[in-house]
């Protein structure tokens, strides 16, 4: 389930230099934030749940998540380089999987550590904040992971697609449309903070936190096996 060779090569195609200063950006940009909020308005929890909610989880997350999940792999594809991978003996669902905790790791880093920091400067954790966004980040990580390293094996266009369903969808539909929010992995990851944050915290979902474990595990595990799938059939693909 597991390559370390398929592993090294993910972590040095996403981690390049030009690929590591676009992951910096977002989180060095929150903690900027971070930093100008709290010297001009001192701890605030309505600051910080609304920076770490509308900003971190809703656009930074999904962004960075679209980075890693699709440069596991969809480079690969583009260029037919994956040629060279599938032509070892290795089970597809190895190569997936391999690509995909590569993905998680990377997207977890750029996330959850400048998340956790930025929300103890903003109010010191207050209310369990911090460590509230953190966790929603973490979950969320997983299963945006999942579904863009899945679009990566669907669409020689999946950072394009990947960008238009982080910005347009989750950041901007899944923040102001109803219907829209019940179907957003930020909502999903919502109910966990919710439940970790004190009740004065004002972070709130529009679905329950079961609901949310089930989409969230739904979404990573169908990702996940769908691309599993798509793989193989690149594969047959090819050998025709």
Do not use: C, H
Request: proline content about 3%.
């Amino acid at each position: 389930m597991y390559n370390q060779t398929v592993a090294r090569l993910t972590y040095r195609a996403l981690l390049g230099r030009r690929r590591a200063l676009i992951l910096s950006a977002l989180p060095l940009l929150l903690l900027v934030i971070a930093f100008a909020v709290r010297i001009q308005t001192g701890a605030d929890d309505r600051a910080a749940t609304e920076i770490l909610g509308g900003f971190a989880l809703a656009a930074m997350v999904p962004l960075i998540g679209v980075i890693a999940g699709t440069g596991a792999i969809a480079p690969e594809i583009d260029d037919g380089s994956i040629v060279y991978l599938l032509a070892k003996p290795l089970p597809r669902r190895t190569i997936i999987t391999t690509k995909l905790l590569v993905a998680v790791a990377i997207t977890l880093a750029f996330t959850t550590i400048p998340i956790l920091v930025a929300g103890v400067i903003l109010n010191d954790n207050s209310q369990r904040i911090a460590v509230a966004f953190t966790a929603a980040a973490a979950v969320a990580s997983v299963a945006y992971s999942a579904v863009f390293l899945l679009l990566g094996t669907i669409s020689r266009n999946a950072v394009v697609f990947g960008l238009i369903y982080a910005l347009v969808w989750e950041a901007l539909f899944g923040n102001l449309v109803p219907g829209a929010r019940t179907l957003s992995v930020q909502q999903w990851s919502l109910a966990l903070a919710e439940r970790i944050a004190f009740d004065g915290a004002d972070i709130t979902s529009d679905v329950s936190l079961a609901t949310g474990v089930i989409l969230l595990t739904a979404a990573t595990t169908a990702g996940t096996w769908y691309a599993i799938r798509r793989l193989r059939a690149l594969t047959l693909a090819g050998g025709e």
